[in-house]
């Protein structure tokens, strides 16, 4: 997250980098839906599916994007992607028998990385704006 030094930072290519960068995010947010709609329709094919496109979208698609030009907004995708990378895949390993502990461990990686993402919204917002 961006320190309260660095609030209302100016960090010119911010604008160019997101026009390059935004379908990375735009698809990770349409694939975080095709899980949930995997999940509720217990399709566990479509989940491992769904969390294989996300983890493409976050470690391949999206790291090939940073740095930034801001470091705050470099270091909080950094951990979106990592927190995606490892939820996706504990995510890819559920199965009939998996334990509640895993589920637990994967759900808990999954709100981290949301978490994350919301951070980085908040930071492209002022970026942007």
Known sequence: ????????AVYPGVAEWYSQAQEHLANTKKFMQAAVD???ANDLNA?????SAVHDEQVVGLQAHLPTPDPALTSALQNEINDFH????LCMTLG???SPEDLERTDAFVHQAIEDLRAVNDILVDDLS
């Open 47 to 51: 989940l491992r599916s769904a969390c």
């Open 96 to 98: 009939p028998n998996t």
């Open 1 to 8: 997250m961006a320190s309260a030094g660095n609030a209302g």
């Open 38 to 40: 995997a999940i509720e």
């Open 86 to 89: 490892t939820a996706m895949h």
